[in-house]
């Protein structure tokens, strides 16, 4: 409307000038209506929940659809159907996704499965998931009532913890809210009511028994675990702004400025997280951005940190409400890793790009490695790139292989789900779900 006002104007303007003043008048024009397609193409407009567009960088790179769809295919098969799967069937209508190295499965890996599943339309496996972690982790009652056990040894069925993780709850609700967009709300499961049930509990959580809200209301960021010191800290691969707009969209629970305004924060606080010379961040920090250490490991960059850099790129493509940091950060990350080689970084550092004196272990390995979840999530960040070696880390990921590392490690559940996610954001298949109409 703005625009079509100031096009008027100038029409107007233009057919009672004289032929000299309609010279220099079409150059203000000109230059307004330039300012008008500036805006056009700027961070709301662009943003692929105004405009319905979600670029697929895999087709600017040259690869053929139809390739790119059989690259989709074959990860998810891997992780869901193949020999090597992290998803498991348990009898009519219940499955769980295992991290294999821990002998576990968690809430990371449970919320992650089914938003794949409702990303790429598998209701069944959606459903089995839910119902899976809805009878084994969902509490019940007591303090913890409507949170998730993070943790449980699918085996034996015995929780390794009776606390909570706030990114899978985060995860849970963002990816129920989604389901009840695409599939409604009566075919076996009202997705939105389970996701409702989550946040309700968790708008209950006042610190009694020392249980808290996911978020930390005082400062609006979500919390590293939402129980005792765990609520005071917090981990900078959970602040996934795209998400609580995605909850102020579509919960409708009363509380969508306060889930506006922790979008708004958690975009702030990333801005103090990351680096800015590398770009790189803590895996733990204070709400300040400061860096967080623990008894288990000194701050740095490593496992939980690989997820900063395809979380704010989701953020860049759904919204775009911080596009010019947003830009910053990725040619800044992908400049640093570019000097390290795109076939050849590490995937530990400490933020100021040297390599750490502590070496994080996995899987009962401890070495630094190129890895695979790390090679997929900073060609996530092509997405907001401008600059032409963009495309390189796009065609790593494209030549890159979910298979043990020449030394026996192989972890398709982390590099795996991240694997995944990284194909599906560069195709345009990582998408924001909106209600069907006239369903």
Known sequence: MKINA????????????????????????????????????????????????????????????????????????????????????????????????????????????????????????????????KAYLQHLDGPRKGYFAWSINPKTMKRNSEGSASDGELYYVTSLLFASNRWGNNTGIDYYAEARNILDAMWKKDGSNNVHNLINTEHKQISFVPEGKGYTWTDPSYHLPAFFEIWAEYARDGHEQFYRDCADTARAFLHRACHPVTSLNYDYTEFSGQPHSTPW?????????????????????????????????????????????????????????????????????????????????????????????????????????????SDGYFDPYYDGLLYLFGLMHLSGKYQIIKPVINR
């Open 297 to 405: 490991m000194p701050a740095a960059f490593r496992y939980d940190s690989w997820r900063v850099p395809m979380n704010i790129a989701m953020d860049y493509v759904w919204f775009g409400k911080d596009k010019t940091w947003q830009e910053g950060y990725a040619q800044k990350l992908q400049d640093f890793l570019y000097s390290k080689g795109v076939n050849s970084f590490d995937d530990q550092f400490n933020v100021d790009g040297s390599s750490p004196d502590f070496i994080l272990d996995a899987g009962g390995f401890r070495k630094l490695r190129h890895s695979l979840g790390l090679v997929a999530t900073s060609a996530s960040v092509s997405l907001m790139n401008t600059d032409a070696k963009k495309l390189d880390f796009v065609r790593a990921l494209w030549d890159a292989k979910l298979e043990p590392y």
């Open 6 to 133: 100031l096009y008027q104007r100038c029409v107007l303007n233009r057919k009672a000038a004289s032929a000299l003043v309609i010279g220099a008048f079409s150059v203000v024009c000109s230059s307004v209506l330039g300012q008008a397609k500036t805006e056009i193409n700027s961070e709301f407009f662009r943003a692929a929940y105004y405009s319905g567009v979600y670029r697929n960088i895999f087709q600017e790179a040259g690869y053929s659809q139809s390739a790119i769809d059989q690259k989709v295919a074959k990860a998810y098969y891997d992780l869901f159907e193949g020999p090597n799967r992290i998803y498991f069937e348990v009898g009519d209508s219940m499955g769980y996704v295992s991290d294999l190295k821990n002998h576990d499965a968690r809430t990371e890996g449970l919320s992650y499965g089914m938003m794949i599943a409702v990303q790429l339309n598998k209701k069944n496996v959606f459903d089995r998931i839910w119902r899976w972690s």
